[in-house]
T-cell receptor
Framework: AQSVSQHNHHVILSEAASLELGCNYSYGGTVNLFWYVQYPGQHLQLLLKYFSGDPLVKGIKGFEAEFIKSKFSFNLRKPSVQWSDTAEYFCAVNSVNAGNMLTFGGGTRLMVKP | DADVTQTPRNRITKTGKRIMLECSQTKGHDRMYWYRQDPGLGLRLIYYSFDVKDINKGEISDGYSVSRQAQAKFSLSLESAIPNQTALYFC????????????????FGEGSRLTVL
């Protein structure tokens, strides 16, 4: 069964600091990769996604992620975080051979101090 | 108005009670899902339905049942609630893109917070 690991459970940064959240998955087939964000009190919404092509994917609000197939990783980055980026971030993976069902990581709670 | 609507948004109940969480969507998607969110565990799939006549168990279906009343409606029931079912529950939808492949991108409702005492 596929699994998704987010090694950082809690991250605290000051505004303007750079962000990188790790995501690793354990499936060797063709995958689609996602990052979802959940702002306090809100539902999950899509931040960015990778299906194929350029492994560097740009999403909303200045976020980007890089798919490194050899490392089974899809890390999320942002050069300069803002207080409004305080949220929980979820990496998710699906694969055609697993019926396209999304598997989520455990989430990383980011707090940005003003 | 939200494309995926869940009711109730918050519910407190007692052990042994029957609870139903409802989900309706206006996105016209065939595929609907119920997830529960627990701190540190991310989202785990309870049940999913690819169309009105198709119901499938997910990763953690024990203690839950579902009903797909129409394309737009998918309800989750806890027949006899227990405290470890205290969680945030999300309904989601997805669609097939051209070519018949589900991209896996999910569209979520705003969640139903359930507390079982």
């Amino acid at each position: 069964a596929q699994s998704v690991s987010q090694h950082n459970h809690h991250v605290i940064l000051s505004e303007a600091a750079s962000l990188e959240l790790g995501c690793n998955y354990s499936y060797g087939g063709t995958v689609n990769l996602f990052w979802y964000v959940q702002y306090p009190g809100q539902h999950l919404q899509l931040l960015l996604k990778y299906f194929s092509g350029d492994p560097l994917v740009k999403g909303i609000k200045g976020f980007e992620a890089e798919f490194i197939k050899s490392k089974f990783s899809f890390n999320l980055r942002k050069p300069s975080v803002q207080w409004s980026d305080t949220a929980e971030y979820f990496c998710a993976v699906n694969s055609v051979n697993a019926g396209n069902m999304l598997t989520f990581g455990g989430g990383t709670r980011l707090m940005v101090k003003p | 108005d939200a494309d995926v609507t869940q009711t109730p948004r918050n519910r407190i109940t007692k052990t042994g009670k029957r609870i139903m969480l409802e989900c309706s969507q206006t996105k016209g998607h065939d595929r609907m899902y119920w997830y529960r969110q627990d701190p540190g565990l991310g989202l785990r799939l309870i049940y999913y339905s690819f169309d009105v006549k198709d119901i499938n168990k997910g990763e953690i279906s024990d203690g839950y049942s579902v009903s797909r009343q129409a394309q737009a409606k998918f309800s989750l029931s806890l027949e006899s609630a227990i405290p470890n079912q205290t969680a945030l529950y999300f309904c989601a939808t997805s669609d097939l893109r051209a070519g018949g492949a589900d991209t896996g991108e999910l569209f979520f409702g705003e969640g139903s917070r359930l507390t079982v005492l």
